[in-house]
């Protein structure tokens, strides 16, 4: 056995690594999640109907090529937990492994046909102190691993706060998402399909945002891909 591995399965032993949905010791060759709980995800199949919840969301807003949700955020529920974990509870490494997954669930069905660019939902720079990680960029670092397509997350910032939106009417909370997002300066994305990456879609007001954002800078294709979508 190698050193590594050794070292690897005695660290298990101490520090057992836990499945965030049902909490049970991850077996070898289990990474992020544990098989059951990942057969047990309700995939939404999104990817496979044009006109979907999710792609209902833009049409006659913002031209959107190809939508994909991994599996429905159901509350209360175990895909709840999942997002929790990679949010919040400092599972960025399970956010990555759990997008590798997904885009390994994908590939065969030619959805990233014709991407050439990922595009991490960014965080306003407060939010990402504090968190100290964006997960939409791990979720895209897995991503990346199984596509080789490659990661762009300086072309769109979160420029505006928008932490107290609880507090605010709904024409100033559009208003706050709506202008929350900026490219690059002079960022050319025309004859480019890029694809935005967000955790989880519940209005679709964020995705939006940014790909109204990324559309100003020449006409790009821009699909959407996320771990969860709300029923
Ligand atoms: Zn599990």
């Given at each position: 056995?190698?050193?590594?591995?050794?070292?690897?399965?005695?660290?298990d032993?101490?520090?057992p690594?836990?499945?965030?949905?049902?909490?049970?010791?991850?077996?070898?060759?289990?990474?992020g999640?544990?098989?059951?709980?990942?057969?047990?995800?309700p995939?939404?199949?999104?990817?496979?109907?044009?006109?979907?919840?999710?792609?209902?969301?833009?049409?006659?807003k913002?031209?959107?090529?190809?939508?994909?949700?991994?599996?429905?955020?159901?509350?209360?529920?175990?895909?709840?937990?999942?997002?929790?974990?990679?949010?919040?509870?400092?599972?960025?490494?399970?956010?990555?492994i759990?997008?590798?997954?997904?885009?390994?669930?994908?590939?065969?069905?030619?959805?990233?046909?014709?991407?050439?660019?990922?595009?991490?939902?960014?965080?306003?720079?407060?939010?990402?102190?504090?968190?100290?990680?964006?997960?939409?960029?791990?979720?895209?670092?897995?991503?990346?691993?199984?596509?080789?397509?490659?990661?762009?997350?300086?072309?769109?910032?979160?420029?505006?706060?928008?932490?107290?939106?609880?507090?605010?009417?709904?024409?100033?909370?559009w208003?706050?998402?709506?202008?929350?997002?900026?490219?690059?300066?002079?960022?050319?994305?025309?004859r480019?399909?890029?694809?935005?990456?967000?955790?989880?879609?519940?209005?679709g007001?964020?995705?939006?945002?940014?790909?109204?954002?990324?559309?100003?800078?020449?006409?790009?294709?821009?699909?959407?891909?996320?771990?969860?979508a709300?029923?």
């Open positions: 056995m190698k050193a590594g591995l050794f070292f690897k399965e005695l660290t032993l101490f520090f690594r836990l499945c965030p949905i049902c909490r049970q010791a991850l077996n070898r060759g289990e990474e999640i544990c098989t059951t709980c990942l057969h047990r995800l995939r939404t199949g999104y990817h496979r109907d044009p006109f979907s919840p999710m792609a209902q969301l833009f049409l006659g913002v031209p959107i090529e190809r939508c994909a949700a991994f599996f429905f955020f159901t509350s209360p529920g175990d895909a709840r937990q999942l997002i929790h974990h990679i949010k919040y509870h400092g599972g960025k490494q399970c956010g990555s759990i997008g590798e997954i997904y885009a390994h669930e994908l590939l065969p069905s030619g959805f990233f046909d014709g991407i050439d660019a990922l595009v991490p939902v960014p965080l306003h720079p407060s939010k990402l102190r504090h968190r100290g990680y964006n997960q939409c960029e791990w979720i895209a670092a897995g991503i990346e691993r199984a596509t080789g397509i490659e990661q762009c997350s300086d072309w769109l910032y979160h420029t505006r706060n928008t932490r107290s939106q609880t507090r605010k009417g709904i024409y100033d909370r208003l706050d998402t709506h202008k929350a997002y900026e490219t690059a300066p002079e960022l050319d994305l025309s480019r399909h890029i694809l935005l990456i967000d955790d989880v879609v519940t209005t007001a964020t995705l939006l945002a940014c790909a109204q954002a990324l559309y100003t800078c020449g006409n790009p294709r821009i699909s959407c891909l996320t771990l969860a709300a029923q």
